[in-house]
């Protein structure tokens, strides 16, 4: 089992940052790919980025890209989302995710193990 816990969300207005933060214990020798994913009131949940630890590949929905900026520390298990130019369609429910397989897909059903997610909210 991989137990995953995002820390890092709240409250910012339109234009701020926030960096979140998802570190995974247990069985991580597990987790190829460790993302990210959103969920917004009344709204399937959405991908928005992750990395691939076997060569440090990252990848990032076309409606975050060059705004938002997955990274990672393979040591520390963790990995983060640094978030700048925040919008209000931002506020969203984040949810760390991880899988085994080394193919990075955007479909939520094909990850293994979820975090209990963290609350984005982005003032207009």
């Known amino acids: 089992q991989v137990q995953l816990v995002e820390s890092g969300g709240g409250l910012v207005q339109a234009g701020g940052s926030l960096r979140l933060s998802c570190a995974a214990s247990?069985?991580?020798?597990?987790?190829?790919?460790m993302g990210w994913f959103r969920q917004a009131p009344g709204q399937e949940r959405e991908f928005v980025g992750a990395i691939r630890w076997s060569d440090g590949g990252t990848f990032h929905a076309d409606s975050v890209l060059g705004r938002f900026t997955i990274s990672g520390d393979n040591a520390k298990n963790t990995v983060y989302l640094q978030m700048n130019s925040l919008k209000p369609e931002d506020t969203a429910v984040y949810y760390c995710?991880?899988?085994?397989?080394?193919?990075?897909?955007?479909?939520?059903?094909?990850?293994?193990?979820w975090g209990q997610g963290t609350q984005v909210t982005v003032s207009s």
């Open positions: 995710a991880a899988k085994g397989s080394i193919v990075v897909v955007t479909n939520s059903t094909l990850y293994n193990y």
């Open positions: 247990g069985r991580t020798s597990s987790n190829n790919i």
